[in-house]
């Protein structure tokens, strides 16, 4: 990766998180701090990694992705009309009632949302049945899922593991945000689910474990799991982040998971973006 990739990237993930507080801002509710703490991730992904095309969003031969987390929709919603699928300015329509952004992904109503998920623990299943899917068209499409580390006290996550392994489906990529933090409070505190890299591993992944917000580890990460295909494992990527990354006072606190800023706290947060970007841009 250039210096200039790697600016131009940690530019765009700056305006990925504008949007995540202009979004929750404008729907006094929504999930502001997973949604900052996978913005990198967010980034990465649609700008350099998946193979898609937003002025044709149902192309066949796209990758797929999943938010299994579905409550973080503020993070994928800013990514997704930063990269062109809808005008960004929707964004403040959030949640409200006659607005196609609600509170979590809607593949029916959002353009670029391949999977309408929310319920915790069953999206990894569904992007698991695109990869198997594309397998069995013979098609060179990869499948890619975003986990919370919270959500990884679901059952069915570990069902969708074993059947990715099973089935040899190395054209899925699992990618889990350990941001430490759920709704209740630290995740080793509700259900301590440690140690996760040695549970996917068992389960028969590849497991790359990486800074979330370092996009040179991103990027070698994501050349690990091609570096894969063939090999008939699924590769999972465990990204040890900070929740609310990038606004200060959201930063490794829990009661950010599901509240909203006001006035005074979203003028504070897009002071401390712009900050960011100023910084990059010298």
Not at 7 to 27: D, K, P
Not at 30 to 46: I, K, R, V
Not at 134 to 147: M, R, T
Request: aromatic share 8%; with cysteine.
């Amino acid at each position: 990766m250039t210096p200039e990739e790697k600016r131009s990237l940690q530019l765009t993930a700056v305006s990925v998180r504008e949007g995540i507080l202009t979004s929750t801002h404008g729907a006094k509710a929504g999930h502001p701090g997973g949604s900052l703490s996978a913005a990198d991730m967010f980034t990465y992904l649609y700008f350099k990694e998946m193979r898609i095309d937003p002025r044709n969003p149902r192309w066949e031969d796209r990758d797929r992705f999943v938010l299994s987390k579905g409550h973080t929709a503020p993070g994928l919603y800013s990514a997704l009309a930063h990269r062109g699928y809808f005008p960004v300015e929707d964004l403040p329509t959030l949640r409200h009632i006659d607005s196609y952004l609600q509170g979590h992904p809607n593949m029916n109503t959002v353009p670029g949302v391949d999977m309408s998920t929310g319920s915790l623990g069953q999206g990894l299943s569904a992007a698991a049945g695109m990869a198997k899917g594309a397998k069995h068209l013979g098609k060179d499409i990869n499948a890619y899922s975003l986990l919370g580390d919270g959500e990884l006290a679901e059952g069915q996550i570990w069902e969708a593991t074993m059947f990715a392994a099973h089935y040899k489906l190395d054209n899925l990529c699992i990618i889990a945000d350990i941001n430490g933090l759920q709704i209740d409070g630290r995740t080793r505190d509700v259900m301590n689910t440690e140690p996760v890299d040695e549970k996917f591993a068992a389960f028969g992944c590849d497991v790359v474990k990486i800074d979330g917000h370092d996009f040179e580890q991103i990027e070698a990460a994501f050349a690990r799991f091609h570096a894969n295909k063939g090999s008939g494992r699924p590769t999972c990527i465990l990204m040890k982040t900070t929740k609310g990354k990038g606004v200060s006072y959201m930063e490794d606190n829990a009661g950010w998971h599901g509240k909203a800023p006001n006035d005074e706290e979203y003028a504070k947060g897009m002071e401390e973006l712009s900050e960011a970007r100023k910084a990059l841009e010298v």
